[in-house]
């Protein structure tokens, strides 16, 4: 059972640039499609980006195209999320998340395991 856990979250203001960190227990990317999810206060979760095991792209939610980047380094079984001009609406508790499904899985149910999660607030 791998296990992830994200680091990186805290207070940033409104145009900040902060990145993400989710570190696996194991090596992940060959055996997992590797996602980060948000959910906002008040708000069901919702997909941002993955890095797709079969090919190994990335896709993003449509909303963060050009905004948000995610990344791998397979050295340190560790995936990230690059944030840039950030806004109040990204608040959220952000997640990485695993799943062992081939394509581009983007619905929280196709993931089987996890992290704890990261605040993100942004400061207008």
């Keep these: 059972q791998v296990q992830l856990v994200e680091?990186?979250?805290?207070l940033?203001?409104?145009?900040?640039?902060?990145?993400?960190?989710?570190a696996a227990s194991e090596r992940t990317f060959s055996r997992y499609t590797m996602a980060w999810f948000r959910q906002a206060p008040g708000k069901e979760r919702e997909f941002?980006?993955?890095?797709?095991?079969?090919?190994?792209?990335?896709?993003?939610?449509?909303?963060e195209k050009g905004r948000f980047t995610i990344?791998?380094?397979?050295a340190k079984n560790t995936v990230y999320l690059q944030m840039n001009s950030l806004k109040p609406e990204d608040t959220?508790?952000?997640y990485c998340?695993?799943?062992?499904?081939?394509?581009?899985?983007q619905y929280g149910r196709e993931y089987d395991y996890w992290g704890q999660g990261t605040?993100?607030?942004v400061s207008s």
């Design 7 to 10: 680091s990186g979250g805290g």
């Design 12 to 22: 940033v203001q409104a145009g900040g640039s902060p990145r993400l960190s989710c």
């Design 48 to 63: 941002v980006a993955a890095i797709s095991r079969s090919v190994g792209s990335m896709y993003y939610a449509d909303s």
């Design 71 to 74: 990344s791998a380094d397979n």
């Design 92 to 94: 959220a508790v952000y």
């Design 97 to 105: 998340a695993a799943s062992p499904r081939f394509g581009y899985p």
């Design 119 to 121: 605040q993100v607030t």
